[in-house]
């Protein structure tokens, strides 16, 4: 399909806020087994469940390498497309295209670098190259022109666009050693607004504690629509959750939108710490240059990491007393959709959640 060369924002093209119309859903199989366990069995479950579930309102194509397609075809309901495509862990969030959209309602494709969230740096796998290519090969698919980013690295669940101008990231993640380096905050903000056709980056600092993508935003706050967002939460100060949230907090507060509005902040209550047991650290090979899964360590688990799909919302469930109150929050702030919660402690064993395995198509229909 077309290259273009030019700039989305030039050429009249935006990142639809999540919430905007989708037209389709994206996942990638699980299976790798130095950081799936059972050689990404459980996973395998849970990402079927997922599927299930956000297709019921808009339709999931599940990608799958070739030697796992027969079992990702069986075990995945018929209406869900599965498609062979080589690829290196299931991140679409992250490795796939982001899309944008005109005011004429075409889509086209974003093609970030890739490099595993940080490269030789501090990236959590080796090699990358499969999941690179994983952009460029959606577009194809889809027939959507691209715009391929050779020298700017960037994972999708590091940016949310409220798709009225204003982009949200965190400092920890942009700014960190294994991306661009060379490039001062100025500069990764003229490229985000060119590349998503926003007119302001909001900068919070960081993202959920030890969360191992160098604290994407996508785990800590979202849009729920232009000028009101939700904001990872806890009430604990003995915490250290607590200083992050609330330092985010304080710069959510006093700043405004691109269009120049005040944000209205809900706070999203985390669970209890999560830590891995042993049974779940021995499920997992440990392979030089992937991050180990250590028995006693912390995982990143947050509500925030949850999917908007058309009339619906799926979201992790920790097996937590605050997962009630995630989906009371979810209601209240979206009230014309199903909310739908998933048990997804496999998913955050893998190192992130509902949000970082699935990509959203958007229509370009408000
Ligand atoms: O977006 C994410 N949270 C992906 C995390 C990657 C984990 C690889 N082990």
Known sequence: MKNYTSKPKADGFRMPGEFEHHDACWIIWPQRPDNWRMGGKPAQKVFVEVAKAINKFEPVTMLVNEDQYENARGMLPEDIRVIEMSNNDSWIRDCGATFVVNDAGEVRGVDWSFNAWGGLVDGLYFPWDKD?????????????????????????????SDGDGTVMVTEECLLSEGRN??????????????????????????????????????????????????????????DPQYAISKENLDILENTTDAKGRKLEIVKMYVPSPITITKAEEEGVDAVDGTLPRLEGDRLAASYVNFYIANGG??????????????????????????????????????????????????????
């Not at 952009?135 to 669940?157: P, S, T």
């Not at 919070?204 to 990872?232: Q, R, S």
């Not at 007393?321 to 496999?346: M, S, W, Y």
């Open 132 to 160: 690179d290519e994983v952009a460029a090969k959606m577009c194809d698919i889809e027939r959507k022109g691209r715009y391929r980013l050779d020298d700017f690295v960037l994972e999708g669940g590091s940016i949310h």
């Open 181 to 238: 380096p060379d490039l001062t905050k100025e500069e990764i903000t003229e490229v985000l607004c060119d590349y998503l056709g926003a007119d302001k980056v909001i900068w919070l600092k960081n993202g959920i504690y030890l969360d191992e993508t160098n604290g994407h935003v996508d785990n800590i706050c979202c849009f729920v629509k232009p000028g009101k967002v939700l904001l990872a939460w806890t009430d604990d100060e003995s």
């Open 313 to 366: 919302i799926v979201v992790p469930g920790f097996d937590d007393p605050n997962d009630a109150k995630a989906v009371a929050t979810l209601k209240d702030c979206f009230p014309g959709r199903e909310i739908v919660q998933l048990p997804a402690r496999e998913i955050l064993l893998g190192g992130g959640n509902v949000h970082c395995i699935t990509q959203q198509q958007p229509s370009g229909k408000k």
